[in-house]
C-alpha cells in the first residue's frame, strides 16, 4: 500500500507572509545550488529563470556565493555580472537561502548595483505545491537597488534585530507584522507611484525581510533595497 504523505498546511493572513520552504529547492529551476528557499504568496512568475542563459546568483545559509555553479567572490562578483550578461534587458536573478544573513544578500545586491543591475529578481518557490504532473515556472520577488526615484518621497519601512525578535517600523512609527499590511495601506498614496525602501539590519535571517518584501509587494508598492554604497 502507498503511504500517503503528510502534508502541514500553513495558514496565510492577507499578506502573505513568508515561510521557509520545505523542500530544498524550487523543483522546476534548473539545475543549480541546493539552497532552503523562502515561500512567497505575491512573488510573479519568472519563467526566464530556466532558460539556459539565466545569469543566478545563489547565496548559502553559510553565506557562501555561486555565480551559476562555480563558487565566487564576492567582492568580484561585479565584474562578472558585467560580462556575463548578454544584454541590457537580461535579468539577473538571486537565489538566497531563507536562513542566511540578509548581509550576506546584501553583498551581492551591491555587486548587482556595481555592474549596472537596477531591478535584480529574488527567487522565492510556490507557496502551493503545483498541480499533479504540471512543472510550475520558478517565482520570484522583482526589487529596485538604488536610490527613490527622483521626487518620490518612499514609505520607509525598518526592520531591526531585537531582543523579542524582529521589530518593525514604518516611517519610524512601530507596527506589529500582522498589521504591516493594514498599516502601509494608510500611508501609501492611493494616486501615483508607490515606493516602499526597505531598510533591514544585516544580521536577521533573509527570510523575515523578504517576508516585508512580500508584503510590500502584496499592496502593489515597488520596493528599493538600499546598499552600504548609497
Known amino acids: ?12 493572513t492577507l499578506a502573505a507572509p513568508i515561510a521557509v520552504a ?6 522546476s ?36 556565493v555561486y555565480l551559476g555553479i562555480n563558487p565566487i567572490a564576492a567582492t568580484a562578483l561585479a565584474e562578472r555580472v558585467m560580462s556575463d550578461l548578454p544584454g541590457q534587458h537580461q535579468k539577473l536573478y538571486i537565489k538566497a537561502d531563507a536562513r542566511t544573513a540578509y548581509a550576506n544578500v546584501v553583498k551581492v545586491l551591491e555587486a548587482a548595483h556595481g555592474a549596472g543591475v537596477t531591478a535584480p529578481v529574488l527567487l522565492t518557490t510556490q507557496s502551493e505545491p503545483a498541480s499533479p504532473g504540471t512543472i510550475a515556472a520558478p517565482r520570484g520577488l522583482e526589487v529596485l537597488v538604488g536610490p527613490a526615484t527622483s521626487g518620490s518621497r518612499p514609505t520607509v519601512v525598518q526592520a531591526l534585530s531585537g531582543e523579542r525578535g524582529t521589530t518593525l517600523t514604518i516611517n519610524h512609527q512601530a507596527v506589529a507584522w500582522d498589521g504591516l499590511a493594514m498599516a502601509l495601506r494608510q500611508v501609501l498614496p492611493n494616486a501615483g507611484e508607490r515606493v516602499v525602501l526597505v531598510k533591514a539590519d544585516g544580521g536577521l535571517p533573509f527570510a523575515d525581510v523578504a517576508r516585508v518584501i512580500n508584503t510590500c509587494r502584496s499592496e502593489g508598492a515597488k520596493v528599493i533595497l538600499p546598499t552600504p554604497q548609497m
Not at 520545505?22 to 523543483?27: C, L, R
Request: overall charge negative; aromatic content about 0%.
Open 29 to 64: 529551476l534548473k539545475p543549480g545550488i541546493s539552497v532552503q528557499m523562502v515561500v512567497a504568496g505575491n512573488a510573479a512568475s519568472m519563467p526566464a529563470a530556466d532558460n539556459e542563459d539565466a545569469l543566478v546568483v545563489t547565496v548559502t545559509d553559510s553565506g557562501s
Open 1 to 12: 500500500m502507498k503511504r500517503i504523505p503528510e502534508v502541514c498546511l500553513i495558514a496565510l
Open 22 to 27: 520545505q523542500s530544498e529547492s524550487t523543483p
